[in-house]
């Protein structure tokens, strides 16, 4: 992982507790530390963003603005997110932006001026990791009890929750020169212990 310029978190289960199509804004809780990890990525400059699968508009079980409601309400907790990319299709829909297809991640990298290379995708299933590996981009699995172990066993990094894969990025970019804040690893420094093994 060299350069980090963005971070694209997938939504349910990720940044918030996952609630089956939900398309109430009040419903919208936030995993624990994910607020206080997205607001240290910030402060690094480095950006963020949102890629998630709504296929609950494709099967009519929500419509588009029940999702831009629990996207804003997301934003209102979060502070806003740089980009978002939203698939509204099913599973056989055949489009290039459902995940694990690579789309969603190759247009957001695109609109915040980022190399797919230059971006990791934080997510809780398989999906996720598929679609950053065929798009180019470094992933990291965080399991949830909804993740499938074998999906657990073929990601390349897992964190036990979301703020461990956050701390792996930001020292991912600690150790580049050329990271947004341009600071590198002081010397002697090792990684948190919690972020050992798999991570970066």
């Known amino acids: 992982m060299n350069t980090v310029k963005a971070v694209l978190f997938d939504r349910d289960g990720t940044l918030i507790e996952d609630?089956?199509?939900?398309?109430?804004?009040?419903?919208?809780?936030?995993?624990?530390?994910?607020?206080?990890?997205?607001?240290?990525?910030?402060?690094?400059?480095i950006r963020t963003g949102v890629v998630t699968n709504q296929s609950g508009i494709a099967r009519g079980l929500l419509t588009a603005a029940d999702v831009r409601r629990v996207?804003?309400?997301?934003?209102?907790?979060?502070?806003?997110?740089?980009?978002?990319?939203?698939?509204?299709?099913?599973?056989?829909?055949?489009?290039?932006?459902?995940?694990?297809?690579?789309?969603?991640?190759?247009?957001?990298?695109?609109?915040?001026?980022?190399?797919?290379?230059?971006?990791?995708?934080?997510g809780d299933i398989g999906a996720d990791i598929e679609a950053a590996h065929r798009a180019g981009a470094h992933a990291i699995l965080v399991p949830t009890p909804q993740t499938?172990?074998?999906?657990?066993?073929?990601a390349p990094r897992v964190a036990p929750d979301l703020p461990t894969a956050v701390r792996a990025v930001l020292e991912a970019a600690a150790r580049d020169p050329h990271a947004p804040d341009g600071n590198p690893a002081r010397p002697g420094s090792r990684p948190d212990a919690a972020a050992a093994g798999r991570l970066p």
């Open 19 to 45: 609630v089956p199509y939900n398309g109430d804004p009040e419903r919208v809780r936030p995993v624990e530390g994910a607020r206080e990890a997205v607001a240290e990525l910030r402060a690094r400059g």
């Open 148 to 154: 499938r172990p074998e999906e657990t066993a073929a």
């Open 71 to 122: 996207n804003r309400r997301v934003d209102e907790l979060f502070g806003a997110f740089d980009v978002w990319a939203v698939c509204p299709h099913g599973p056989d829909d055949g489009c290039h932006c459902r995940k694990p297809q690579p789309g969603m991640i190759q247009w957001a990298a695109g609109r915040i001026c980022a190399n797919p290379a230059e971006c990791v995708v934080i």
